[in-house]
């Protein structure tokens, strides 16, 4: 193929290695120990911390205070500010008092200017500073010396700051350069080499063939975060690990690192970096859950203290277990390149608060459009205009529903963002407008580097106007990619970024609509023949900041420049869709993410699990993971229970490496074809639900896709799932994860009292009720999913073609009752596009089963919209007993007696036909 042609001389020249391999080549990545900073600053035992505050230096203002620390040893000063965020959260950041340049400090991260809330000095004693919020619920109590800070939630201290004193700054200074000594005095010239004596990539640093200037010199610094209430600690994604996070300190591992890469088919159950960094970590307990937000985004490594896996792992170490009063605790210690110190805590007490107080900083993911949760077809590549038209025809006539069909890179002119191959699409317009008038979509990807071509305007445009990064001399940086040589835009300049959001607007992309999505890939940035297949640390982007201070922000301000480019082009209308690989804090309000070139392997099925929810957690909802591996060909069991799993994540994509073999669902035999049908199908049916999932999650900025832990924190098996997962509050998805199995076991968690909840099987409503594991059996069909009692999920059962002509189609309620025969659920709907929800066109219902009624009334009573959509059925499941009919009451003061009638084990009422506009009730009768 000539793309491949085209591809491996990069590759090559990139990774050392053919594309052919089958794994992650580590010679290509650092480790911690090949990591000058992290070297440096990376200790495994609680020390005393060198730093104490300044007492006599206390400032108190309305919203925060000022404090004045010291090193004890270099007597550098430093600024402690500390304040309170409305909703549970604390803020300090720590800097040098007189710098000898700023350091960098994260910008864009955030949603908004948090709004802070008034705090009060309580106490300041020779000992101890005791900072209270206005309302007097949370503290934080500042320990003079040796300095740490304890923050609490009421009585109970949920997070402690350097109270390992694991604590480092190394504060800006010019190089020192040993005194000449005299040739005859061999001692002091010793002496003196000891005094300047640092780690050797301290000042500059090499990695393979790559060189560091660092003209800052070594700026690193560090702090260890302890939580007292926990028994494990979750987040810190992008990493193809556990969800629960490992051990790291006193063995052969490394600390889980955060450093934007493009990592060539990587491995499984390790912490290496991946494609994105989001610097959240929670540590949860029976009593509380809190969480810290380590807002930097330089390189950045996270080491792990778990004392219960260090007990079972390394007994013989005892060091970090006789810590006084602390033997229990887990914690972590972040490692940072540069930048300021600069934290957000998050008091929870339970693990949806502190989910909810991380977005209400980092911002919520917007209500897609409905085709965005629907179904994607992609891979790499579909050749011409023929092939999209040719799968798109396929999957109506093998009636498989699909929203989406995507292009990856060979549809430009020789990998020119922006433009189009006309010998294999010579008529974009009309092959995207074929697909529109099916109810369709297109994707296409757009990447960050620019080919240097002088016959391509974006290219002139970007070196006539210094629209380049640029390289440590001051000149436009030149790296290798897809087209060859490149250069990369730098989003960090707001021009810039207006610039390439200018170019999605039709009147400059002509060959384009305002329906199309957008996938920016590449974005880490990934550059091939850049150290760690990225771009140079001493690189230089708009403001005179270093690469190195600024990496993992790169592809966040990729996708904004996107983002508001979307908008524009959309006129302020429509809602845009973005799929982004790479990420940090706050990506979530501009794209969704998927975790990248994952192989077809029933270990990449099973972390994409573990991936998607460690990004939940980390307020990033819409995600997902290629179907069926992007590398390597799934066999037939495999690529069914991966559909399977997808079909209940939240992002819903088919992609495929381009030397795979096709694999579109008609591909495979008869049999296969069926149950991937089956699986799309279950998907479309629950589009209700998603949909209204995707827009509480914009209202509460809680995950859509959950642990089990964050409904039950009191049972500590939940703490262990990473193989069954939740839907909101209402199903627990448990998917079919290895080759071969009949039955798998599934647990159904306890409440805080020690009780069940009701569970029911949402294939034949089988219940169930007690706390534990039990055997689900398993054909080739079944997805184990169960609804939980005192609950309602919406349904549409009539399946068309694409997502987008299900609009105006009927509603079937299933409505699942508690052990008090209660149950309670929301609808969400408006026109599934525009932003008009945001001005008050939507409808967001409550539906209610009591006292063997089911009620529907409006949340946001004067909020409202036109639909043409009606109430088909009510599934009623978990009634003792059969009614013997149903009655219909309208608002209005109309009524009408309903068929009832059983089936599957559950009460059906029959057609009620009431608009979902209305206000109404349906009596039972018996």
């Given at each position: 193929m000539v793309t491949r042609k085209l591809w491996l001389p990069f590759a090559v020249l990139a990774f050392g290695f053919l594309h052919e391999t089958i794994s992650v080549d580590r010679n290509n990545f650092k480790s911690c120990e090949q990591s000058s900073f992290c070297r440096r600053l990376r200790l495994s035992e609680p020390e005393t911390s060198k730093f104490e505050v300044l007492q006599e230096t206390l400032q108190t203002y309305k919203q925060y205070i000022l404090l004045d620390l010291q090193h004890s040893e270099t007597k550098h000063l430093y600024v402690l500010k500390l304040g309170a965020v409305k909703g549970g959260i604390f803020h300090f950041q720590i800097d040098e008092k007189s710098p000898l340049s700023e350091r960098y400090r994260v910008v864009d991260a955030l949603v908004k200017e948090p709004e802070y809330v008034g705090v009060k000095v309580e106490s300041s004693s020779a000992s101890t500073v005791v900072v209270s919020t206005e309302a007097g619920t949370n503290k934080a109590v500042i320990q003079v010396a040796p300095f740490k800070i304890d923050f609490y939630n009421g009585e109970r201290v949920v997070v402690s700051a350097n109270s390992m004193g694991l604590m480092r700054f190394e504060h800006l200074r010019r190089k020192e350069v040993a005194p000449a000594a005299p040739v005859e005095n061999e001692q002091e010239d010793q002496e003196n080499e000891v005094q300047v004596k640092e780690d050797p990539g301290a000042w500059e640093e090499n990695f393979k063939s790559h060189h560091d200037a660092k003209p800052k010199g070594p700026e690193a610094l560090s702090m260890d975060f302890s939580f007292p209430q926990g028994k494990v600690l979750f987040g810190i994604p992008e990493h193809a690990d556990s969800f629960v996070l490992k051990h790291t300190v006193g063995g052969k591992s490394d600390p889980y690192r955060l450093y934007n890469l493009d990592v060539f088919e990587y491995e499984l159950d390790n912490g290496m970096a991946l494609y994105g960094s989001v610097p959240v970590i929670y540590g949860a307990g029976p009593s509380a859950t809190a969480g810290v937000y380590w807002q930097n985004a330089a390189e950045t490594w996270v080491d792990i203290f778990s004392p219960e896996q260090e007990k079972n792992v390394m007994s013989s170490i005892v060091n970090f277990v006789s810590r006084s009063n602390q033997e229990d605790t887990p914690a972590a210690n972040f490692i940072s390149e540069s930048g300021i110190i600069d934290v957000f805590v998050l008091v929870g007490p339970q693990p949806l608060d502190a989910f909810r107080q991380y977005t209400d900083l980092t911002g919520k993911a917007p209500l897609p459009q409905l085709f965005a949760i629907a179904y994607h077809q992609c891979r790499w590549n579909y050749n011409d205009e023929q092939d999209v038209t040719t799968v798109s025809a396929k999957f109506d006539e093998h009636d498989i529903p699909m929203d989406t069909m995507w292009l990856d890179i060979e549809y430009t002119d020789s990998k020119k963002y922006f433009t189009w191959d006309h010998h294999k699409f010579p008529h974009p317009l009309e092959m995207i407008r074929n697909l529109t008038e099916r109810g369709r979509h297109l994707t296409i990807i757009i990447d960050p580097h620019i080919k240097r071509d002088g016959g391509y305007f974006f290219h002139n445009d970007c070196t006539d106007r210094g629209y380049y990064v640029k390289n440590k001399d001051g000149n436009d940086y030149e790296g290798w990619c897809w087209p060859g040589a490149a250069s990369y835009a730098d989003f960090f300049n707001p021009v810039v970024r207006k610039y390439y959001g200018d170019q999605y607007l039709l009147e400059n992309f002509k060959e384009s609509t305002a329906e199309v999505g957008i996938w920016n890939d590449m974005n880490e940035p990934s550059v091939f023949n850049g150290p760690e297949v990225t771009m140079l640390k001493d690189n230089i982007h708009h403001g005179g900041w270093e690469h190195r201070d600024v990496h993992n922000l790169y592809g966040h301000m990729h996708i904004m420049a996107t983002y508001e480019g979307l908008i524009q082009r959309g006129e302020g209308t429509l809602r845009p869709f973005i799929l982004t690989r790479s990420h940090f804090a706050g990506s979530q309000r501009f794209a969704a993410v998927w975790t990248g070139d994952n192989m077809a392997e029933w270990g990449h099925l099973q972390a994409s699990i573990k991936m998607c929810l460690s990004l939940s957690v980390a307020g990033i909802s819409f995600c997902g993971a290629d179907v069926g591996g992007f590398f390597g060909n799934p066999d037939p069991e495999?690529?069914?229970?991966?559909?399977?799993?997808?079909?209940?994540?939240?992002?819903?994509?088919?992609?495929?490496?381009?030397?795979?073999?096709?694999?579109?669902?008609?591909?495979?035999?008869?049999?296969?074809?069926?149950?991937?049908?089956?699986?799309?199908?279950?998907?479309?049916?629950?589009?209700?639900?998603?949909?209204?999932?995707?827009?509480?999650?914009?209202?509460?900025?809680?995950?859509?896709?959950?642990?089990?832990?964050?409904?039950?924190?009191?049972?500590?098996?939940?703490?262990?799932?990473?193989?069954?997962?939740?839907?909101?509050?209402?199903?627990?998805?448990?998917?079919?994860?290895?080759?071969?199995?009949?039955?798998?076991?599934?647990?159904?968690?306890?409440?805080?009292?020690?009780?069940?909840?009701?569970?029911?099987?949402?294939?034949?409503?089988?219940?169930?009720?007690?706390?534990?594991?039990?055997?689900?059996?398993?054909?080739?069909?079944?997805?184990?999913?169960?609804?939980?009692?005192?609950?309602?999920?919406?349904?549409?059962?009539?399946?068309?073609?694409?997502?987008?002509?299900?609009?105006?189609?009927?509603?079937?309620?299933?409505?699942?009752?508690?052990?008090?025969?209660?149950?309670?659920?929301?609808?969400?709907?408006?026109d599934e596009t525009s932003f008009d929800y945001r001005s008050g066109k939507y409808l967001y219902l409550e539906v209610e089963f009591k006292d063997n009624v089911l009620s529907s009334k409006k949340i946001d009573s004067t909020a409202t919209y036109s639909t043409k959509s009606w109430l088909e059925r009510v599934i009623l499941v978990g009634l003792t007993k059969t009614p013997k009919s149903a009655t219909l009451h309208l608002s209005n003061g109309e009524s009408s007696t309903l068929d009832v009638y059983t089936e599957a084990g559950a009460i059906v009422v029959r057609k009620p036909g009431v608009s979902m506009l209305d206000n109404w009730s349906i009596k039972l009768n018996y």
């Open positions: 495999l690529f069914y229970r991966w559909y399977q799993t997808g079909a209940f994540q939240p992002f819903f994509r088919s992609h495929a490496h381009i030397d795979t073999k096709r694999r579109e669902p008609w591909l495979y035999p008869e049999d296969v074809k069926l149950i991937i049908r089956d699986a799309i199908r279950k998907r479309y049916r629950l589009l209700p639900l998603w949909y209204t999932m995707f827009y509480e999650h914009e209202r509460s900025g809680l995950p859509i896709m959950r642990p089990m832990l964050a409904h039950y924190p009191a049972d500590l098996k939940c703490y262990e799932l990473d193989s069954q997962f939740m839907l909101s509050d209402k199903l627990l998805v448990a998917p079919v994860l290895k080759a071969g199995q009949t039955k798998i076991d599934v647990y159904f968690p306890a409440k805080e009292n020690g009780e069940a909840d009701l569970w029911y099987d949402m294939d034949n409503h089988r219940k169930y009720s007690s706390v534990g594991y039990d055997s689900i059996s398993v054909d080739t069909y079944k997805v184990p999913v169960f609804q939980r009692g005192g609950t309602v999920v919406p349904r549409k059962d009539r399946i068309r073609r694409s997502a987008t002509l299900m609009k105006d189609d009927p509603f079937t309620l299933v409505v699942a009752m508690d052990k008090n025969t209660l149950a309670k659920g929301t609808l969400y709907i408006d």
